[in-house]
């Protein structure tokens, strides 16, 4: 099993920076892929940005350029560095994480936090 949990989400103003953070803890060798996503009210949950175990970085078109996933070494740490935030940046973010053994591979969610964007 893998818990995590996010935290830094806020109140910001248009054209501010936060950086989100996702404590990962558990099975977190089998980790392969991290991951934020995001679900703005009335909407379908969207990938944000996507880190490989390889380093392969992929982010939405709408972030691209202003947002930047990172993780630490030990893997149990994962960040998403947003900047240049925009009002339709407004969601709950989850941390997701793609957990694989020789017999299956599993989603895991974290409970998500709120970022909020005035204009």
């Known amino acids: 099993q893998v818990q995590l949990v996010e935290s830094g989400g806020g109140l910001v103003q248009a054209g501010g920076s936060l950086r989100l953070t996702c404590a990962a803890s558990g099975s977190i060798d089998s980790i392969r892929v991290f991951g934020w996503y995001r679900q703005a009210p009335g909407k379908e949950r969207e990938l944000v940005a996507v880190l490989g175990s390889g380093g392969t970085e992929i982010y939405a078109n709408s972030v691209k350029g202003r947002f930047t996933i990172t993780k630490d070494n030990t893997k149990t740490t994962v960040y998403l560095q947003m900047t240049s935030l925009k009002t339709e940046d407004t969601a709950v973010y989850y941390c997701?994480?793609?957990?694989?053994?020789?017999?299956?591979?599993?989603?895991?969610w974290g409970q998500g936090t709120q970022v909020t964007v005035s204009s």
């Open positions: 997701h994480a793609l957990r694989s053994t020789n017999l299956a591979s599993y989603n895991h």
